[in-house]
């Protein structure tokens, strides 16, 4: 077991009773206060931890690392250490703020690097590179293909065969807090007429995770299921925004593209995977029989907890979907394996995107076009409207943890408000 991991520890912070972030959890993130230069911190409780003043300051000492790493505006040159120097600095930060260390708490150097997230700017965390997103869920294909090709044949023939991908935008993700005016362009409202331009009537957002890579392999190697673990650094929260009436006008032959493309929200604080491996649990069973090289041994999907909540203006919260990431028909190992089985390089800082994750009840699905169902099962708001895509005003929030008798481990939100159209 990994030691960070030991659901005994507790830290000499205090953690408000439910939080998404005991002594187990330690994840990344980026920020600013008051208009300093980013820096790279973690998080217990509501406390957020500036790890540059901390290496500065000789506090902590971790072999492979400088104060430069944390003075960054991402997290990649930390990434760039790979797993076990990152492995090392989780464990240095569990045994620097544990309950064990009693000299830490009264230490007034590192005081000096504790703030409350009150007081701090989250930012980007990730300079993301290359942005694929799966589409790894069979219950969320199977509900597109009964909407929009024929409910006899819903998967593709290729669907059980091959963990479906499309390289994304990396420009445009943004992170939770940002908001985002409704997108333009080519919809088809009435079959028989021309397109027209227009703002999109079908906004929608898709539940998803992420996961950040580590350097992968050099362009012409693969890598492997059992290997594909050690590539990754942790995930996020992921809302891949979508246009369903641009997406269904421009997406054959080639796929999505400015459906897609005009926004895509992460959570702020990346959950390393270490910290998630108590919550490993077995994939679904998978028939027919994957090819050799998507075959895997172990537990590789993960039980995370998810939910949506959509938010009008002027009114309170509606969670309209709970889900689980362990729904996933395709898990991340067979993924990363195969976007390179071809010999296709990842890099430091790529994101990969899960795909909707929809369970097989309708209070489950990952989308308003699946929860209302295309339009004809509204769902009912606090404030008596109706809901079939998302409308200006309107915020959309994410949330995701690991919970079992003795911890949770969170990744607390991702969120963003739809403005009227520029
Ligand atoms: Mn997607």
């Not at 830290?11 to 980013?38: H, R």
């Not at 009008?312 to 969670?319: G, L």
């Not at 309209?320 to 800082?349: E, P």
Request: net charge negative; with cysteine.
């Amino acid at each position: 077991m990994i030691a960070a991991n030991n659901p005994s520890l507790r830290s000499w912070i205090s953690v408000p009773e439910g939080s998404d972030f005991p002594i187990q959890n330690l994840p990344f993130g980026v920020f600013t206060k008051s208009g300093s230069t980013a820096r790279v911190g973690t998080r217990i409780g509501d406390t957020v931890i500036d790890l540059s003043i901390l290496t500065a300051s000789g506090q902590l000492e971790v072999a492979g690392f400088t104060a430069e790493d944390f003075s960054q505006e991402c997290l990649n040159p930390m990434m760039k250490k790979g797993k076990e120097a990152t492995r090392r600095l989780r464990q240095a930060l569990s045994d620097l703020f544990s309950t064990e260390n009693h000299a830490a708490a009264s230490n007034e150097s590192i005081q000096k690097a504790l703030f409350s997230v009150n007081e701090v700017d989250m930012c980007m965390p990730v300079q993301i590179g290359d942005y694929t997103d799966f589409y790894s869920s069979k219950e969320h294909a199977t509900n597109v293909g009964i909407m929009f090709r024929d409910p006899a044949n819903a998967l593709l023939p290729n669907w059980l065969w091959i963990p479906v991908g499309y390289h994304g935008r990396s420009s445009s993700v943004i992170i939770s807090g940002q908001d985002i005016h409704r997108p333009k362009g080519q919809i088809k409202p009435d079959d028989n007429e021309p397109p027209i331009f227009a703002a999109s009537r079908q906004v929608d957002f898709e539940l998803e995770m992420g996961f950040i890579t580590y350097d992968g392999k050099p362009l012409g190697d693969s890598i492997s299921t059992n290997e594909a673990e050690d590539f990754i650094f942790g995930m996020c929260l992921f809302n891949d925004w979508s246009a369903r009436d641009i997406q269904k006008w421009e997406y054959v032959p080639l796929g999505p593209f400015l459906a897609k493309n005009f926004a895509s929200s992460i959570s702020c604080w990346i959950v390393t995977l270490d910290a998630l491996q108590p919550f490993a649990v077995e994939s679904p069973e998978q028939d027919p029989a994957v090819l050799s090289y998507l075959t895997f041994e172990g537990k590789k999907s993960y039980d995370i907890q998810l939910e949506v909540g959509l938010t009008p203006e002027n009114t309170t919260e509606k969670i309209i979907s709970n889900s689980n990431f362990k729904y996933m028909y395709w898990n991340m190992s067979q993924q990363l394996a195969h976007h390179t089985v071809n010999g296709c390089n990842v890099r430091c800082g790529d994101l990969m995107g899960s795909g909707t994750i929809s369970g097989s009840t309708p209070d489950s699905f990952g989308s308003m076009l699946e929860l209302a169902w295309k339009g004809t099962k509204p769902l009912l708001m606090n404030d008596g409207t109706e809901r079939r895509f998302i409308q200006d005003g309107d915020t959309v929030t994410m949330r995701g943890y690991c919970q079992n008798n003795d911890v949770r481990i969170g990744f607390g939100e991702v969120k963003a408000k739809i403005l009227p159209s520029k």
